[in-house]
């Protein structure tokens, strides 16, 4: 399992790879988890996704970038996916990767893109979370999180319970509205939870602390155990529906997805779309390997 998991990351982190399957379009089964190419694609799908009383979060794919025109073209798509939002009426946010917008290439660069797209996203009225990334990260996008702000009020982001500091983390970001997760990248022992279940308790308790602060709370999982937990929890607690939502990525447990929205509760779906899909679906692959199902069943059921 292990070595498994960091054979997929190994390969989600391969540049040549990665820019090769810009060309190919979606293939292995990536169209199974990614919405489309472009954002026609993506709108028909949140479309359908909202017409089940869903919600989505957008992500426009890409992460790592080292040059600056793509990151200014990243950028030009993030704001055209926003317009998209809004011309289309969707049920719909934005997530994105600050590695996407140059944080790689120059901070002020990055938070100069970073500030174009909240500015534009706060004129409509729609929401920006910032994607969490991998520790040495964590910093920078903590800073540009704080210097934003200062002027909007739309952004909020992740908490990864495999980290340590993931505590002092929530309690600085208490006033936000915080996807909680367990987190995806590979990082070491002197920083993150290695222990599987010593990750699901901290990010119970991480959970469970942010619905006592009564800010708004995303528990991003697949994990039904979780799941029953919040629901528990939150009746216990007389936590309203509309202080959290359940969110899962798109093309994953459609049918409890279904199952809770009926239920009635708050749901949103992550919808990746776009060419740059290699990365994400490598390390869809390394969480989770029975994922690779996904892979021959498309491959073999043409
Ligand atoms: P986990 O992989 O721990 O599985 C627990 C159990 O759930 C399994 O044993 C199985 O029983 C069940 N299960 C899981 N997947 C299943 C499936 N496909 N079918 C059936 N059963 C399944 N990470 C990050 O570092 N930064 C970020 O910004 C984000 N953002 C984000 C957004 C959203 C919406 C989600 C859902 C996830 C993220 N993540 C993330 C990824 C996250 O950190 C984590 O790596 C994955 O969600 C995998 O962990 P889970 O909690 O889903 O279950």
């Given amino acids: 399992?292990?070595?498994?998991?960091?054979?997929?990351?190994?390969?989600?982190?391969?540049?040549?790879?990665?820019?090769?399957?810009?060309?190919?379009?979606?293939k292995m089964g990536a169209q199974s988890v990614v919405a489309g190419t472009n954002i026609k694609e993506m709108?028909?799908?949140?479309?359908?996704?909202?017409?089940?009383?869903?919600?989505?979060?957008?992500?426009?794919l890409g992460e790592f970038v080292f040059q600056k025109e793509e990151a200014l073209e990243a950028k030009e798509q993030i704001l055209a996916v926003i317009k998209a939002i809004h011309e289309n009426n969707l049920d719909a946010h934005i997530s994105l990767k600050p590695t996407q917008l140059g944080l790689d290439i120059?901070?002020?660069?990055?938070?100069?893109?970073?500030?174009?797209?909240?500015?534009?996203?706060?004129?409509?009225?729609?929401?920006?979370?910032?994607?969490?990334?991998d520790y040495g990260h964590l910093k920078?996008?903590?800073?540009?999180?704080?210097?934003?702000?200062?002027?909007?009020?739309?952004?909020g982001t992740v908490?990864?319970?495999?980290f340590y500091e993931s505590e002092e983390n929530i309690k600085r970001y208490k006033d936000y509205r915080l996807r909680i997760v367990k987190g995806?990248?590979?990082?070491?022992?002197?920083?993150?939870?290695?222990?599987?279940?010593?990750?699901?308790?901290?990010?119970?308790r991480l959970i469970e602390y942010h619905l006592l602060n009564g800010k708004f709370t995303s528990i991003a999982t697949h994990d039904h155990q979780v799941i029953n937990h919040v629901k528990a929890f939150a009746k216990k607690h007389q936590i309203p529906k509309d202080k959290y939502e359940f969110q899962m990525l798109y093309g994953f447990r459609k049918d409890l997805q279904l199952?809770?929205?009926?239920?009635?509760?708050?749901?949103?779906?992550?919808?990746?779309?776009?060419?740059?899909?290699?990365g994400y679906f490598m390390r869809r692959l390394a969480e989770r390997p029975q994922n690779l199902n996904l892979v021959f069943k498309q491959v073999f059921n043409k």
Avoid at 46 to 53: D, E, I, P, Q, R
Avoid at 140 to 155: A, C, G, H, K
Wanted: charged fraction near 25%; hydrophobic fraction near 40%.
């Fill in 159 to 162: 908490i990864q319970a495999y």
């Fill in 106 to 133: 120059e901070y002020t660069f990055c938070v100069d893109n970073l500030r174009e797209i909240v500015a534009l996203a706060h004129e409509y009225n729609i929401f920006i979370n910032f994607d969490m990334e």
């Fill in 184 to 204: 995806a990248y590979k990082e070491p022992e002197n920083l993150a939870y290695q222990d599987k279940r010593e990750i699901d308790q901290n990010y119970i």
């Fill in 140 to 155: 920078p996008s903590f800073d540009i999180i704080d210097e934003l702000s200062v002027d909007y009020d739309n952004i």
């Fill in 1 to 26: 399992m292990g070595l498994t998991r960091d054979f997929f990351i190994y390969l989600s982190q391969n540049k040549a790879l990665n820019s090769g399957a810009k060309r190919w379009g979606l």
């Fill in 259 to 278: 199952e809770l929205a009926k239920e009635g509760f708050n749901f949103c779906t992550y919808v990746p779309f776009g060419k740059d899909w290699y």
């Fill in 43 to 60: 709108v028909e799908s949140v479309k359908a996704l909202n017409a089940h009383g869903i919600s989505a979060t957008i992500d426009n």
